[in-house]
DNA sequence: CTCAAGTCTGTAACTTGTTCTAGATTAGCG
DNA sequence: CGCTAATCTAGAACAAGTTACAGACTTGAG
């Protein structure tokens, strides 16, 4: 997970001041508290600039576009996720159980601010690839999220497989559920479906499961 | 599969006159071509309104936004897949393998016009509430082509949520192959791997496969 | 402390999706 | 044919993302 670890705060090319650090979080602030409100059409860049009490030219320098700003957002929330479930690691006995459980408990967080949520996923899905690296780093937190939900330390292809599958499904069903396409009962029976690709591919599987 | 039938074509609302189904083609057909050259952005509404030779407002009060534009398309060149796909069913013996070849070789046609393929997916997953009947229509074309190559007449509860969590894989990996986050051969192995689930969830499962 | 380089601010301008309006055309009906 | 309602056109206007720019402020080197 070092790579992870690197990627916690910026890839540190021109380490920040303090003021400039800041400056950051308080844009991010306004930025979740926008979204929060009114989803991903609240969050406009005048907006965020007058919250943040920057101006527009600095937003901007800062998060070269609406989109990667709500994708930085993204990954400033995943982060807490990730120190929140580290500290109550699921409890079922099989790894697809507890990555099941674990996606879940993150959708009913994610339930709590769904204006948010609807505005951070729809960035991350719409996302060009002028912001490959950084959904890239989001993709990063979740796989090490989920990996850490199956107590994998060293996944076989295979299991990385999987793990990018259930990433893809846990995506797109969210978006599913926000546009209103899919019920919450909905959701739980797929990503319970698609966790049982971890038994599948677990290295084992062929021999000790008998 | 009557519901689809019934969607074949507009749910006829006012029946369209001759000249109004010839532009709303016009515009259809314009949209997937500056689609193909330039991808979303391409898709400017009034080039678009141009090239079909119609005013800006008529294009508006066919398609309500450029996101319904789009997803209008994307129904288009999936119904044109659709009846491709039927003249050659796949041939593999496992429906998951009908499966896996069928995606592919839908994958394999939209490598052809990526630029489309990439506005298409993309006004797909950035849908809101608002399109949600339209972007149902596309799901269902969908879930039909998946269910034909299975060959799954009566698809159980538990046939129909791997089918959804093959779609969402389908999208969403189409989405990071085109944002350049993931090559082919991962996308295949990824298609490969959730298919496997249709195996699990076979009605006989249990029995038959001793 | 002083100066040059880099940042930040405030503001205007530009782009493209969307809405609105007034007048021309078309379609269907008597 | 002649009329009326619906539709279409051309073009202006508005909204929000993005860019550009001139001048003020910070920062770090000497």
Known sequence: MTAVDRADHRPASPPLTERQEARRRRILNASAQLAARGGFDAVQMREVAEAAGVALGTLYRYFPS?????????????????????????????????????????????????????????????????????VDTVSRLTTAIILDAMGAEHPTPGQ??????????????????????????????????????????????SEARA
């Open 66 to 134: 609406k989109i990667h700003l709500l994708v930085a957002t993204m990954q400033d929330q995943l982060q807490h996720m990730h120190t929140t479930l580290r500290k109550r690691p699921p409890a079922g006995a099989d790894p697809a159980q507890r990555v099941a459980e674990t996606l879940m408990r993150a959708f009913r967080a994610l339930q709590r601010e769904p204006q948010l949520a609807d505005a951070m996923v729809r960035a991350l899905t719409f996302a060009d690839r002028s912001v490959s690296p950084e």
């Open 160 to 205: 990385l497989s999987a793990v990018r599958v259930i990433e893809h499904t846990w995506h797109s069903a969210l978006i599913t559920w926000l546009s209103g396409r899919a019920s919450i009962a909905q959701v739980k029976i797929d990503i319970e479906t698609v966790c049982r690709l971890i038994d599948l591919t677990a290295p084992e599987a």
